[in-house]
T-cell receptor
């Protein structure tokens, strides 16, 4: 049971490039989400999904797209990278049974946009 | 949306002393309040959580209290040890699976 797996762990992009951050979970969790972590700002929600085929915007969605074609995978796409998107990105999943339970985080992706 | 404020931003304690971190939330509909610990370069991990129908919860050296009327909750760590040094985040959820996090508290335990 690997939990939540994110790839890559590190990435450097040039301004204007696009890329996809991968996230996969093997716990059959319904709920998945993406956060970005910046110094002094905690974790801010980018996008989330309550199940396959369903996604919604979080607090800071601009510049990012997501899709949820399967329960296991929840990729995050940067459409045209900007220096302001330099951050550490975390994917998380939790059971979607209607009872609030623990969110499990991936190991994070450190993204630098130059 | 929910707004969670966390204080202090940094906390230095002597080993063996207690540490207290306080958070306030804005949405009276919030009913779930987890605390996460993040060691340097690692992922956040849940250390304790509390639901709105409970006022206090304890797990060994850590405890959380919740005051729904005042809309604040606190994390208490007793008998601090060097391995307690980390960044701690509080969070709140209003029942729609979305967690709103505080800005974090960097705790340093001095030997």
């Amino acid at each position: 049971n690997a939990g939540v797996t994110q790839t890559p762990k590190f990435q450097v992009l040039k301004t204007g490039q696009s890329m996809t951050l991968q996230c996969a979970q093997d716990m059959n969790h319904e709920y998945m989400s993406w956060y970005r972590q910046d110094p002094g700002m905690g974790l801010r929600l980018i996008h989330y999904s309550v199940g396959a085929g369903i996604t919604d915007q979080g607090e800071v969605p601009n510049g990012y797209n997501v899709s949820r074609s399967t329960t296991e995978d929840f990729p995050l796409r940067l459409l045209s990278a900007a220096p302001s998107q330099t951050s550490v990105y975390f994917c998380a999943s939790s059971p979607g049974t209607g009872v609030r339970t623990e969110a499990f985080f991936g190991q994070g992706t450190r993204l630098t946009v130059v | 949306g929910e707004n969670v404020e966390q204080h202090p931003s940094t906390l230095s304690v002597q080993e063996g002393d207690s540490a207290v971190i306080k958070c306030t939330y804005s949405d009276s509909a919030s009913n779930y309040f987890p605390w996460y610990k993040q060691e340097l370069g690692k992922r956040p991990q849940l250390i304790i959580d509390i639901r709105s129908n409970v006022g206090e919860k304890k797990d060994q050296r850590i405890a959380v209290t919740l005051n729904k009327t005042a809309k604040h909750f606190s994390l208490h760590i007793t008998e601090t040890q060097p391995e307690d040094s980390a960044v701690y985040f509080c969070a709140a959820s209003a029942g729609d699976y979305k967690l709103s996090f505080g800005a974090g508290t960097t705790v340093t335990v001095r030997a």
